[in-house]
Nanobody
């Protein structure tokens, strides 16, 4: 089983910054990709940013230039630095990991964190 622990959410003013972190642990054989999704009330869960194990990144258009995703493969850790936050960034942010476990290394699993609230408001 792969477990994800998220941290860093909270309340900030518009223009402020937050840094989210997600640590993966458990029976991990290899991690293919790590990323962040978000879901606002009444909306679908959308990709915010992702990074593969070889360092390739992808961002939603709405966060390009403001958010930066990074990873530490040795520690199975992914972080999301969020700058110039806007009220429309308010959402529950979910860590997502695509990984193979040591128990079933031939099977690619999709794992989700519990979610952490980010609120941008004056």
């Amino acid at each position: 089983q792969v477990q994800l622990v998220e941290s860093g959410g909270g309340l900030v003013q518009p223009g402020g910054s937050l840094r989210l972190s997600c640590a993966a642990s458990g029976s991990i054989f290899s991690i293919i990709a790590m990323g962040w999704y978000r879901q606002a009330p009444g909306k679908q869960r959308d990709l915010v940013a992702m990074v593969t194990s070889d360092g390739m990144t992808n961002y939603a258009d709405s966060v390009k230039g403001r958010f930066t995703i990074s990873r530490d493969n040795a520690k199975n850790l992914v972080s999301l630095q969020m700058n110039s936050l806007k009220p429309e960034d308010t959402a529950v942010y979910y860590c997502n990991v695509g990984a193979r476990s040591t128990i079933t290394p031939s099977r690619l699993g999709n794992y989700w964190g519990q979610g952490t609230q980010v609120t941008v408001s004056s």
